[in-house]
Nanobody, 120 residues
Framework: QVQLVESGGGLVQAGGSLRLSCAAS????????MCWYRQVPGKQREWVAT???????NYADSVKGRFTISRDNAKNTVHLQMNSLKPEDTAVYYC??????????????WGQGTQVTVSS
């Protein structure tokens, strides 16, 4: 079983920064893509950023130039550095990852989410 645990959320003023982290633990053989999503109550979960093996990254247009996704493969961790935050970035942020476990099974897991609130 693999678990993802997010941390780093909180309350920040507009223009400020936060750094989210997501650590994976369990019977991991390999981690493929690692992503961040966010969700506002009453709205669909929105993709934010992806980190692929080899270092390639992709971002939603709404965060491009302000957010940076990075990963530490040795620690099975993915981070989301969020700068120049806006009130519209307020959401619960979730990480997910595509895993291959030690038995060779492939699956996707989600973290429990961390709240980010940006005040105007």
């Amino acid at each position: 079983q693999v678990q993802l645990v997010e941390s780093g959320g909180g309350l920040v003023q507009a223009g400020g920064s936060l750094r989210l982290s997501c650590a994976a633990s369990g019977s991991i053989f390999r981690i493929n893509g690692m992503c961040w999503y966010r969700q506002v109550p009453g709205k669909q979960r929105e993709w934010v950023a992806t980190s692929l093996p080899g270092g390639r990254t992709n971002y939603a247009d709404s965060v491009k130039g302000r957010f940076t996704i990075s990963r530490d493969n040795a620690k099975n961790t993915v981070h989301l550095q969020m700068n120049s935050l806006k009130p519209e970035d307020t959401a619960v942020y979730y990480c997910n990852a595509d895993f291959v476990d030690v038995s060779g099974a492939a699956f996707r897991s989600w973290g429990q989410g961390t709240q980010v609130t940006v005040s105007s």
